[in-house]
């Protein structure tokens, strides 16, 4: 799914979000996206952003990402000129048992392309951290072993934190309140797995911080 950027962002400096269902928001109105609330959140303080461009299909893998991201720019052109990028992927590869090599190689070319479409300045991308998502209802009801879930999302993580750092890009980490406030009802949609607007609330307010300082340099 390609979601463009608002009419009234046409002037503002772009946002590009990149990912899957926690990008698109599963189950969430366009106002409860995280990408969207982070992008409010921002022109709130004064700080100039457009809507947000977004890139992410529930059930996309890091390589069906990299695929996404090629069919969005054949339909419209990506540019490379954004203020800030977001890069959050990884879940799908982890639930699918996909290796984690495998993963690494796939999440380094993209993070590389994400910093190409922040013209280069890999301070503008910021990078999340992938939601544990052994804690939810979905999981219990499938008999997953949430410390086998975590465990592996954890080495999933690891990877993205690792070559956010080797690329100089901004790591925010929401795995920890996933962890912590991701199996309350009111942190879930109706299918029991994928945040409401209040758990990406709480992302946005830790991605806020570094969204601001990559604005104002």
């Not at 269902?21 to 709130?44: H, K």
């Not at 982890?94 to 300045?121: C, K, N, S, T, W």
């Not at 690891?158 to 920890?176: F, K, L, Q, S, Y």
């Amino acid at each position: 799914m390609v979601e463009p950027a608002g009419p009234a962002s046409a002037a503002a400096p772009a946002y590009l979000a990149l990912g899957d269902s926690y990008t698109i928001g599963e189950g969430v109105e366009p106002a409860g996206r995280w990408p969207v609330q982070l992008a409010a959140a921002l022109r709130g303080e004064g700080i100039e952003l457009g809507e947000p461009r977004i890139i992410a299909t529930t059930g996309w893998t890091s390589d069906e990402l990299d695929a996404g991201i090629d069919a969005a720019h054949a339909q419209a052109p990506i540019g490379v000129e954004h203020a800030l990028v977001s890069l959050l992927v990884g879940v799908n590869n982890q639930y699918r048992g996909r290796p984690l090599d495998e993963f690494r190689d796939q999440f380094v070319a993209l993070l590389r392309r994400a910093i190409g479409y922040a013209g280069g300045d890999p301070a503008r991308v910021l990078v999340l951290a992938i939601p544990d998502w052994g804690v939810t209802p979905f999981a219990f009801a499938q008999s997953r072993d949430p410390a086998l879930v975590a465990a592996q999302i954890d080495a999933f993580n690891a990877v993205c934190r690792e070559e956010a750092g080797h690329a100089g890009a901004r790591w925010i980490d929401i795995a920890p309140v996933s962890r912590e406030r991701g199996g309350e009802a009111a942190m879930l949609v109706d299918d029991g797995l994928h945040p409401s607007a209040a758990m990406y609330a709480l992302w946005t307010a830790l991605a806020l911080p570094a969204a601001r300082e990559a604005l104002r340099r």
